[in-house]
């Protein structure tokens, strides 16, 4: 069998697959050529990806073979979930394998703002010594807002507990006796509740037609001031142009984003003309154990697809 992997990914994964005896196709740039990807999954059985492959009824339909999409991480923006189905072609995703990183990214994020140690030390570099302009704040006593409570913001809300901080979260989805909730000490609220109380916002929501430009002129409007907004789940969450007009004008005090409507932005993209929105390439979830985690978890899915066990992490297909 041919196994056609389209996007980055560790090799730990394709080794456990080679070990079948099967094909790998691994070329983590073939994404960005049509052309070559259609031609490449005609005759594959699995495919894998990661972001930036669409998975769309072309693709979908051209591999008259696929028995299996597998995805590196958990968005599933980039995959035709509907098309998938008509088909009965499965999707697997590396389910909860990059979450502890994510956690991890979204509390760098808010030491990164109350204790700017980086800048601090390029500044002594330079010569200076200017103990007042880096007093920090400390996270103790302030309060995170969660907007979405899923596997994630669960663990986010968990280490923010540990720093001494005070955790409101909304998700329509989620109830007073849920894990999330019980476990971490969320204080469920609602959305405009949560904008208006929190010193820091985190998104864990994903990107549908509901979320879309979810954080919008009205929703930043609503956030403090001194409001920290940080987003590491999608791109088109934060509407980027309503958000440029509220930094500039700080509305809110400054905004980390790893993640935006267009990947990577235009050199020319207003944000990166801001000295308080720090974005990043999309790493949120990307630490060496994660992805050795994702790329071993994903390919043993596919795996047990592919041998006729239907995998523990299929996504529910309508």
């Known amino acids: 069998m041919k196994i056609v992997i389209s996007e980055l990914d560790w090799p730990d994964g394709a080794e456990l697959l080679r070990r079948k005896g099967w094909e790998v196709r691994y070329d983590p740039e073939v994404w960005r050529d049509r052309t070559r990807l259609l031609a490449e999954v005609e005759d594959a059985a699995a495919l894998i990806v990661r972001n930036q492959t669409s ?30 189905s008509s088909r009965q072609i499965p999707v697997v995703y590396g389910k909860y394998a990059n979450a502890n990183s994510v956690a ?90 949560v904008l208006e109380e929190a010193d820091f916002i985190s998104l864990h929501i994903p990107l549908t037609k509901q979320t879309a430009d979810l954080i919008n002129e009205a929703a930043l409007e609503r956030m403090k001031p001194g409001a920290i907004l940080i987003n590491s789940s999608r791109g088109g969450i934060v509407n980027e142009h309503d958000l440029y007009r509220a930094l500039k004008r700080s509305r809110i005090a400054g905004a980390f984003l790893d993640v935006l ?25 990307l630490t060496e154990q994660s992805q050795v985690r994702t790329s071993e978890m994903v390919a043993s899915e596919v795996i047990r697809e592919l041998e006729g066990t239907a995998s523990l992490c299929r996504v529910a297909l309508k």
Not at 264 to 277: A, G, M, S
């Open 261 to 285: 409507a267009q990947e990577p932005p235009d050199k020319e993209h207003p944000l990166l003309t801001l000295d308080n929105c720090w974005i990043t390439p999309h790493i949120a979830g």
């Open 55 to 84: 998975v769309d009824e072309e693709l979908l339909e051209r591999g008259h073979g696929l028995k299996v999409v597998g995805r590196l991480g958990v968005g599933l923006d980039n995959i035709d979930l509907k098309a998938a």
């Open 104 to 193: 991890e990214y979204v509390v760098t994020a808010i030491l990164s703002y109350c204790r700017p140690l980086f800048r601090a030390s390029a500044e002594v570099r330079e010569g200076r010594w200017d103990r007042k302009r880096n007093t920090g704040t400390e996270l103790y006593g302030s309060s995170l807002g969660l907007i979405g409570l899923g596997d994630i913001g669960h663990r986010v809300a968990v280490r923010a507990k540990a720093l001494g901080m005070k955790a409101i979260g909304y998700d329509p989805y989620v109830g007073a006796y849920d894990f999330a909730v019980t476990e971490s000490g969320i204080r469920l609220a609602g959305l405009e509740q």
